[in-house]
């Protein structure tokens, strides 16, 4: 009884708050740096995508194919698995990370850049079949809406894939340094940033557009 009334702390002395600054870690000032420029990023897809809803109706297209003629749910559907598992084969290899275990953390990476590879290469394939058919950016105002909003995504994945090697080079050859961790945070954040404009992408474009 009388050691608990000791370890009471006095209410007119106690120290409620610390009031001293001591500085933010590097690793956070980075992570809330790069998620500003995520922000700003953001900023691009939402005058895309509001590109595209104006160009979206049916005189955009004077008279040429539309989405609806060409749009393939199916295979699109195979894209965003394949981008999904993507982001969850980084997230495992984040896991590791946690646990210090670089080959886990390698594997996650590898595993991430497979799987983005496929969903580029699909996304190339489905470019190169469009323009096999004469559908261009040249074609419409709403075709060169649709194809510049899906490539920007697409050159988003591409540089992301490439940071993924650069990461993977650098954890075999520095290991687990404050570098290295805060660079995988904000590829981290990056790489589930593409996947959630990738879900819009698929909702309001290649769905909505099918079914119109």
Same mark, same amino acid.
């Given at each position: 009884m009388s050691g608990h009334a000791?370890? #009471?702390?006095?209410p007119k002395t106690a +120290? !409620?708050?610390?009031?001293?600054?001591?500085?933010?870690d590097v690793i956070s #000032?980075?992570? !809330? =740096?790069?998620f500003l420029y995520l !922000?700003?990023?953001?900023?691009?897809?939402?005058? %895309?995508?509001?590109?595209? =809803? +104006? %160009?979206?109706?049916q005189h955009s297209y004077f008279g040429g194919p539309t989405p609806a003629d060409f749009v393939k749910p199916w295979y699109?559907?195979?894209? #965003?698995?394949? $981008?999904? $598992?993507? +982001?969850l084969a980084y997230g495992m290899g984040m896991t590791a990370l946690k646990r210090r275990s670089r080959g886990g953390l390698i594997n996650g990476l590898l595993g991430a850049f497979v799987l983005g590879v496929l969903f580029l290469v699909l996304d190339i394939h489905d470019v190169l079949d469009l323009a096999a058919h004469g559908i261009t950016v040249a074609t419409s105002g709403g075709i060169s809406a649709f194809i510049v909003l899906t490539q920007v995504h697409a050159a988003h994945i591409f540089f992301g894939l490439l940071w993924i090697l650069v990461m993977i080079y650098q954890v075999l050859r520095l290991g687990f340094t404050a570098d290295t961790v805060g660079r995988l945070l904000s590829l981290r954040m990056f790489w589930h940033f593409q996947a959630v404009v990738w879900v819009f992408v698929y909702i309001f474009v290649y769905l909505w557009g099918y079914m119109s």
């Open positions: 000791s370890n #009471t702390p006095d +120290v !409620l708050w610390d009031t001293e600054y001591h500085g933010h #000032t980075r992570s !809330l =740096g790069f !922000l700003s990023d953001g900023m691009i897809f939402a005058t %895309l995508f509001a590109a595209y =809803g +104006v %160009l979206s109706y699109t559907f195979s894209q #965003t698995i394949a $981008l999904f $598992l993507s +982001v």
